[in-house]
């Protein structure tokens, strides 16, 4: 069960104190850099504000922006293909990938493609799946899934990657890190001019334009989208915003936020395949508009604003839960804070209401989110959502029940004796594991109301 498997490798990374050196050192700076960044704006409350109400009018009406997408990208001869789920975005890649007759996909670093297990699908059909983020490049290297939404290596210091690349390309021991840079920017320049597809994701649709918007540092990305003569952008339908302009105002929130960085190096905007007079580009280029769960939230007015989510990664980088247990106890494709929330409602909410509960609720997530979602309150109606839905277990049902009953009767409360009430305490911290690192927690033999009684 994904629960007692979530209780075990939490506990195992929670005490592993070499994970909470790297993660520490690592997350610590990003969020130096980022409270600089965030010192570069006049007024950052306002650009939340204005992100948050943009991307609420958004989601209102996302049946029509989606359209107006669709409408703008097809005029300039791209191809929308709408999957409701992952099979169905497999299905369409793999029709793309036979006509293409394609053997080699050069990949840049995007979610979705996690999301829908693009890597294990195109190898059960003999594709390589070649990743050309550098973090992305080493966890495929050393066979991991990203550790972060932003920065998938993010687990793994200098001379971790060195060991990988001494174990996967056969290089010399080094700790240099530029000449761990330029092996792998070697290794994989000649893929961009050989393969045949490229597939990115999008930070943005952009519906004015018909166009998507691919934010990234390395340039990998730009090189996997226009050298392969097939573009495949897989891309949430929640990445929307209306018009061009709005980059202005979601460009340096996203970079800030995620990295501190004022703007990110390369920002590059699609608006389709190559044009008649052009030099360059792909001859085709295909969107992907994935669902996946996300109509879930949609469809609930009052969960819907975590779909406003620009996976900036800033809520991970403050949780003193994700610092603790890494991102890759969650098991899920998007971790931390936003992951909890997002998780049950994108893969069921039987398997991943656990999620909602790892979180102290101390609400530093919120207040770092630069579309302002209310992401600890999101997880406590995930929680309440569950209970409505019967999901709890019945020992913690049974336990709660008990404990209502008691609470909320204060002459069965002054029935119980003390001895009881510590049985009973005992019984329900086990339960949530409370009593395991701590001791006990025991009422006193006499309780404040027949104290209070007796003073009289
Ligand atoms: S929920 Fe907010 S802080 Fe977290 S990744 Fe999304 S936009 Fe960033």
């Known amino acids: 069960m994904k629960f007692n498997q979530f209780l075990t490798d939490s506990e195992s990374k929670a005490f592993d104190l070499e994970h909470r050196r790297k993660i520490r050192f690592n997350i610590g700076k990003y ?118 939404i932003v920065t998938p290596a993010m687990h793994l210091s200098k001379k971790d990657i060195a060991d990988i690349f001494v174990k996967h390309l056969g290089i010399a021991p080094t700790d240099d890190a530029q000449q761990l840079v330029l092996t792998a920017r070697h290794l994989l320049r000649d893929k961009y001019t050989t393969a045949e597809v490229g597939v990115t994701g999008g930070n943005f649709l952009i519906a004015d334009t018909g166009a998507i918007a691919v934010t990234e540092n390395e340039g990998n990305a730009r090189l996997s989208a226009t050298f392969p003569r097939t573009h495949i952008a897989i891309v949430g339908i929640e990445k929307m915003i209306p018009k061009l302009q709005d980059l202005d105002l979601f460009w340096p929130l996203l970079s800030t936020s995620g990295t501190g960085q004022q703007v990110t190096v390369y920002n590059t905007i699609y608006t389709g395949p190559r044009q008649p007079l052009e030099k ?135 029935l119980l004796p003390a001895r009881a009430k510590n049985w009973a305490l005992f019984r329900m911290l086990t339960l949530v594991g409370w009593n395991k690192r701590r001791e006990a927690l025991e009422v006193a033999p006499k309780s404040f109301n027949k104290l209070w009684k007796e003073r009289r």
């Not at 850099?33 to 010192?39: I, K, M, R, S």
């Not at 669902?291 to 009052?302: C, I, M, S």
């Not at 996976?311 to 949780?319: F, I, P, T």
């Open 280 to 414: 360059d580009g792909p001859e085709e280029m295909y969107v992907v508009l994935l669902d996946n769960g996300r109509t879930n939230l949609l469809a609930q007015p009052d969960k819907r604003e975590a779909l406003h989510c620009i996976r900036c990664g800033a809520c991970l980088n403050v949780c003193p839960v994700y610092k603790n247990i890494g991102g890759h106890t969650y098991e899920a494709t998007y971790s931390g804070p936003i992951g909890s929330v997002i998780t049950p409602h994108l893969s069921g909410l039987a398997e991943n209401k656990h999620l909602s509960y790892a979180s102290s609720l101390c609400g530093a997530c919120t207040s770092v989110c630069p579309v302002k979602i209310n992401i600890h309150n999101l997880l406590l109606k995930n929680r309440q959502q569950s209970v409505q839905q019967g999901l709890a277990d019945s020992e913690e049902q049974r336990a709660i029940y008990f404990w209502k009953l008691t609470m909320l009767n204060r002459r069965l409360l002054n």
């Open 31 to 148: 969020n130096a850099a980022v409270q600089t960044g965030l010192g570069f704006y006049n007024d950052h409350e306002l650009a939340r504000e204005r992100a948050s109400y943009l991307k609420a009018k958004v989601m209102n009406h996302l049946d029509e922006y989606l359209l107006e997408f669709e409408r703008n990208f097809t005029a300039r001869g791209g191809k929308v293909i709408w999957a409701q789920d992952a099979a169905d975005a497999l299905r369409e890649i793999g029709k793309i990938m036979a006509r293409r007759k394609a053997r080699t996909v050069v990949k840049a670093k995007s979610m979705t493609t996690e999301e829908i297990h693009l890597n294990d699908f195109l190898g059960k059909n003999g594709i390589d799946s070649l990743e050309t983020d550098l973090g992305e490049y080493i966890v495929q290297l050393n066979g991991e899934r990203p550790y972060h």
